[in-house]
C-alpha cells in the first residue's frame, strides 16, 4: 500500500470534516446558554439543534451529482466558505427565530459535503481499499467530539456563547484554502505521485469502472421494500443517535456547572465512541458478519440508556453513558456494507443516497422529541426512553434484514456448487 495518497487525501479530508461536524457538536455544549438567553424551552432548543438536518437533506443527492460531473475539490471548497458564513453568522443572531434560519442554512451548506467526499475517495481508492478508506475518513466524527467538547468548555470560561460560536466558525475559512491546493479530484492531477504508481491506479480504477454495474436510478430504488427497509433502519437509528449527541452535554452538566469540567467530562463517552467504532469494525470484518455487529451495539446502547434512568450516582451515569456511546457510534463500519450486500448492484448507489439523504431526518426527530418531552416531564428520563426505543426498532429491522443477506449468500452458494464441474467416475 503506498502511502502517498494516504497521507496526501485523507488527513486533509479528516480534518476538512471534523471542522464541520463540530457543528454539531458545539451546539450540544451551548444548549444551556443559549436557553437561558434566548428564552428557549428545552423543546425550543431541540429545534435549534435538529432543524440543520432538513437543511442537510437538500444537497445530498444534487451534492454527489456536482462532484461526479464537475469537481469534487471545488464543490467542497465552496461550501467550505458559505458554511464558515453560516457558523459565524450563529453568533450574531438575537432570536430563535433568526438561529433556526442559520442553522438551517448551515445544513444545507454541510449537506453536499459528505457525498461529494465519498465520491473524491471513490476517485483515489480502488475497491478493495475503499472501506479503509472510508473508515479512517468517518472516525473523524468521534475525533471532533472528543476535540470540540473540551474545547467549547474551555472557551466558556473567556468567552460567551456568541463569541464561541464565532470563534469556532473561523477554522473552515482557512483549512478551505489548505484544501484547494492540496487536495486534487484525481490521481492524473497530483504531480507529487510517482509515475508508476499513478499508472497503475488509473489502470485499476479504469478497471473497476468498467465492471461497475449502471444504476437504474433512484426510480428503482424507491420501488424496493429493502431499500426502504435501510431507510427506516438509519432513521431510527440517526434518531437515538443524534439525540444523545446533542444532550449529553446538557446531561453532563447537571454532575458539574463548570463549564471547562463539562467539556471535558463531554469528551469521555466520545472516546469510548472512537474506540466501539474500531473494536467493531475489524471484529466484524474478521468474522464476516454484518448484521450481528450492528444489532448488538444498538441493543447495548439501548439498555445503558434505560438503565441510566435508574442510577443517581454521577459516575454510574457516566460510564453508561460511555457505554451508549460505545453502542451508538459502533455500527458505522458494519452498517454502511450491509446496502451493497443485499441491495441489487443495479440500484445500490441509489440506495446509499435515499438511505443517508432521509435517514438523516432522524437527526432533527431526536432532539426535538426529546426536548418536547423533557418539557413535559421536567426530567431527561421519557427523553432517553424515546431515544432508547428507537435504537430497539433500528436493531430489530436489521435482524428482518439480516434474513436477506443469509439468503443472499445461500443462493450464492447454491449456485457455485451448481456450476462446479462434475469429475467423478
Given amino acids: 500500500m503506498s502511502s502517498s495518497k494516504w497521507m496526501r487525501v485523507i488527513p486533509v479530508a479528516f480534518i476538512m470534516y471534523m471542522l464541520a461536524y463540530m457543528d454539531r457538536i458545539n451546539v450540544g455544549v451551548l444548549l444551556p446558554y443559549l436557553e437561558k438567553d434566548l428564552n428557549l424551552t428545552a423543546a425550543d432548543a431541540g429545534e435549534v439543534a435538529g432543524i440543520f438536518f432538513w437543511g442537510y437533506l437538500l444537497l445530498q443527492i444534487p451534492g454527489g451529482i456536482l462532484a461526479s460531473r464537475w469537481s469534487a475539490k471545488k464543490f467542497i471548497f465552496i461550501l467550505m466558505m458559505i458554511w464558515g458564513i453560516f457558523a459565524t453568522a450563529c453568533g450574531f443572531v438575537q432570536t430563535e427565530g433568526q438561529l433556526k434560519l442559520v442553522r438551517f442554512f448551515l445544513g444545507v451548506a454541510e449537506g453536499g459535503v459528505w457525498p461529494a467526499v465519498l465520491v473524491l475517495l471513490a476517485s483515489w481508492f480502488t475497491s478493495k481499499e475503499r472501506a479503509r478508506a472510508n473508515a479512517f475518513w468517518m472516525a473523524c466524527l468521534p475525533v471532533s467530539a472528543i476535540v470540540m467538547a473540551p474545547l467549547s468548555g474551555l472557551l466558556l470560561a473567556y468567552f460567551d456563547w456568541r463569541t464561541v460560536f464565532i470563534i469556532q466558525g473561523l477554522p473552515p475559512f482557512i483549512w478551505g484554502f489548505v484544501w484547494l491546493f492540496v487536495i486534487k479530484d484525481r490521481p492524473s492531477e497530483a504531480k507529487w505521485m510517482d509515475k508508476e504508481e499513478r499508472k497503475k491506479l488509473l489502470a485499476e480504477l479504469d478497471e473497476e469502472q468498467k465492471r461497475t454495474t449502471k444504476s437504474d436510478g433512484f426510480g428503482a430504488a424507491f420501488k424496493n421494500p429493502i431499500v426502504w427497509g435501510l431507510v427506516v433502519v438509519y432513521f431510527f437509528w440517526m434518531t437515538g443517535f443524534y439525540g444523545y449527541t446533542l444532550w449529553v452535554p446538557s446531561v453532563v452538566q447537571s454532575f458539574k456547572q463548570d463549564p471547562v469540567t463539562t467539556g471535558w467530562l463531554t469528551a469521555i463517552p466520545f472516546t469510548c465512541a472512537l474506540i466501539g467504532m474500531f473494536i467493531n469494525s475489524i471484529w466484524s470484518d474478521r468474522r464476516m458478519n454484518r448484521i450481528q455487529h450492528v444489532v448488538f451495539p444498538l441493543l447495548i446502547a439501548a439498555i445503558c440508556m434505560i438503565v441510566g434512568q435508574f442510577v443517581t450516582s454521577p459516575l454510574a451515569q457516566m460510564v453508561l453513558l460511555s457505554l451508549t456511546a460505545f453502542g451508538l457510534y459502533a455500527p458505522y463500519g458494519p452498517l ?65 434484514l439480516g434474513r436477506h443477506l443469509n439468503e443472499g449468500k445461500a443462493s450464492s452458494q447454491t449456485t457455485l456448487k451448481n456450476t462446479r464441474p462434475n469429475v467423478a467416475k
Fill in 336 to 400: 454502511w456494507t450491509i446496502p451493497t450486500a443485499i441491495v441489487p448492484a443495479a440500484i445500490v448507489g441509489a440506495a446509499l443516497g435515499l438511505q443517508n439523504a432521509i435517514g438523516n431526518l432522524g437527526g432533527y426527530y431526536g432532539p426535538s422529541i426529546f426536548g418536547k418531552l423533557k418539557d413535559v416531564t421536567g426530567n431527561y428520563h421519557m427523553g432517553f426512553y424515546f431515544l432508547a426505543a428507537s435504537l430497539i426498532i433500528a436493531a430489530i429491522i436489521t435482524s428482518i
